[in-house]
Protein backbone atom coordinates (compact mmCIF):
# COMPACT_ATOMS: atom_id res chain seq x y z
CA UNK A 1 0.00 0.00 0.00
CA UNK A 2 1.28 3.43 -1.07
CA UNK A 3 0.48 6.04 1.40
CA UNK A 4 0.51 9.98 1.54
CA UNK A 5 0.19 11.69 4.80
CA UNK A 6 -0.50 15.52 4.25
CA UNK A 7 -2.26 18.61 6.39
CA UNK A 8 -0.02 19.05 9.29
CA UNK A 9 1.17 22.55 10.68
CA UNK A 10 2.12 24.70 13.54
CA UNK A 11 -1.45 25.83 15.65
CA UNK A 12 -2.06 27.02 18.96
CA UNK A 13 -3.38 25.28 21.76
CA UNK A 14 -7.26 25.14 21.19
CA UNK A 15 -7.25 24.85 17.77
CA UNK A 16 -8.60 21.97 15.47
CA UNK A 17 -6.57 20.44 12.20
CA UNK A 18 -7.33 17.92 9.36
CA UNK A 19 -4.67 15.23 8.30
CA UNK A 20 -5.33 13.67 5.43
CA UNK A 21 -4.14 10.19 3.82
CA UNK A 22 -4.52 8.64 0.68
CA UNK A 23 -4.09 5.61 0.65
CA UNK A 24 -3.74 3.43 -2.91
CA UNK A 25 -3.12 -0.63 -3.42
CA UNK A 26 -3.94 -3.35 -1.66
CA UNK A 27 -7.35 -3.17 -0.43
CA UNK A 28 -9.22 -4.68 2.18
CA UNK A 29 -6.70 -2.91 5.15
CA UNK A 30 -7.44 -1.45 8.26
CA UNK A 31 -5.79 2.02 7.89
CA UNK A 32 -4.42 3.92 11.31
CA UNK A 33 -2.75 7.41 12.61
CA UNK A 34 0.52 7.25 15.12
CA UNK A 35 2.49 9.75 15.86
CA UNK A 36 6.40 10.22 17.20
CA UNK A 37 7.14 12.97 19.27
CA UNK A 38 10.82 13.51 19.59
CA UNK A 39 13.00 11.56 21.98
CA UNK A 40 10.22 9.38 22.01
CA UNK A 41 8.71 6.54 20.43
CA UNK A 42 6.16 5.98 17.73
CA UNK A 43 2.66 5.71 19.26
CA UNK A 44 -0.76 4.89 18.00
CA UNK A 45 -3.05 7.07 17.64
CA UNK A 46 -6.60 5.80 16.03
CA UNK A 47 -7.80 3.36 13.87
CA UNK A 48 -10.56 2.53 11.00
CA UNK A 49 -11.82 -0.13 9.36
CA UNK A 50 -11.67 -0.70 6.04
CA UNK A 51 -15.62 -0.34 5.65
CA UNK A 52 -15.10 2.22 8.02
CA UNK A 53 -17.61 0.97 10.88
CA UNK A 54 -14.68 0.08 13.26
CA UNK A 55 -12.85 2.48 15.00
CA UNK A 56 -10.12 2.40 18.03
CA UNK A 57 -8.64 5.13 19.07
CA UNK A 58 -5.64 5.82 21.99
CA UNK A 59 -6.67 7.54 25.73
CA UNK A 60 -4.91 10.49 25.18
CA UNK A 61 -7.06 11.72 22.15
CA UNK A 62 -10.32 9.97 22.84
CA UNK A 63 -13.20 12.58 22.59
CA UNK A 64 -10.74 15.23 20.79
CA UNK A 65 -9.69 13.30 17.97
CA UNK A 66 -11.91 11.46 15.30
CA UNK A 67 -10.91 8.95 12.60
CA UNK A 68 -13.12 8.44 9.53
CA UNK A 69 -12.63 6.78 5.76
CA UNK A 70 -14.02 8.42 2.25
CA UNK A 71 -17.03 6.32 0.07
CA UNK A 72 -14.23 5.66 -2.22
CA UNK A 73 -12.08 4.02 1.04
CA UNK A 74 -8.75 5.63 -0.50
CA UNK A 75 -8.53 8.21 1.76
CA UNK A 76 -8.74 8.13 5.84
CA UNK A 77 -8.72 11.73 7.75
CA UNK A 78 -7.86 12.42 11.36
CA UNK A 79 -9.70 15.40 12.34
CA UNK A 80 -8.10 16.77 15.54
CA UNK A 81 -9.71 19.25 18.16
CA UNK A 82 -8.83 20.92 21.39
CA UNK A 83 -5.20 20.49 20.45
CA UNK A 84 -2.43 20.67 23.10
CA UNK A 85 0.86 21.11 23.37
CA UNK A 86 1.35 17.20 24.10
CA UNK A 87 -0.04 16.37 20.44
CA UNK A 88 2.94 17.89 18.74
CA UNK A 89 4.34 15.27 16.95
CA UNK A 90 5.14 13.70 13.33
CA UNK A 91 1.95 11.69 12.52
CA UNK A 92 1.66 8.83 10.13
CA UNK A 93 -0.42 6.81 8.33
CA UNK A 94 -0.27 3.08 8.11
CA UNK A 95 -1.88 0.25 6.80
CA UNK A 96 -2.52 -2.87 8.20
CA UNK A 97 -0.22 -6.11 6.96
CA UNK A 98 -3.38 -7.85 6.47
CA UNK A 99 -7.06 -7.09 5.56
CA UNK A 100 -10.28 -7.86 7.94
CA UNK A 101 -10.59 -5.53 11.51
CA UNK A 102 -9.19 -6.84 14.67
CA UNK A 103 -9.64 -4.71 17.81
CA UNK A 104 -6.36 -6.43 19.35
CA UNK A 105 -4.54 -5.48 16.78
CA UNK A 106 -5.40 -2.16 15.26
CA UNK A 107 -3.45 -0.26 18.06
CA UNK A 108 -0.06 -2.38 17.34
CA UNK A 109 2.54 -0.80 15.37
CA UNK A 110 3.36 -4.97 14.28
CA UNK A 111 1.06 -5.40 13.13
CA UNK A 112 1.56 -2.76 10.28
CA UNK A 113 3.44 -3.25 7.29
CA UNK A 114 2.72 0.18 5.14
CA UNK A 115 3.92 3.60 6.43
CA UNK A 116 3.46 7.32 5.13
CA UNK A 117 6.29 9.54 4.98
CA UNK A 118 4.85 11.80 7.72
CA UNK A 119 3.46 15.19 8.68
CA UNK A 120 4.53 17.71 11.30
CA UNK A 121 1.98 18.89 13.76
CA UNK A 122 3.19 21.66 16.01
CA UNK A 123 0.77 23.23 18.69
CA UNK A 124 1.94 25.98 20.22
CA UNK A 125 0.97 27.24 24.41
Known amino acids: VQLQAFGGGLVQAGASLRLSCAAS??????LGWFRQAPGKEREFVAA????????SYADSVKGRFTISRDNARTTVYLQMERLKPEDTAVYYC?????????????????????WGQGTQVTVSS
Open 48 to 55: ISYVGRST
Open 25 to 30: GRTGST
Open 94 to 114: AADRTTGWSLARANKREAYDS
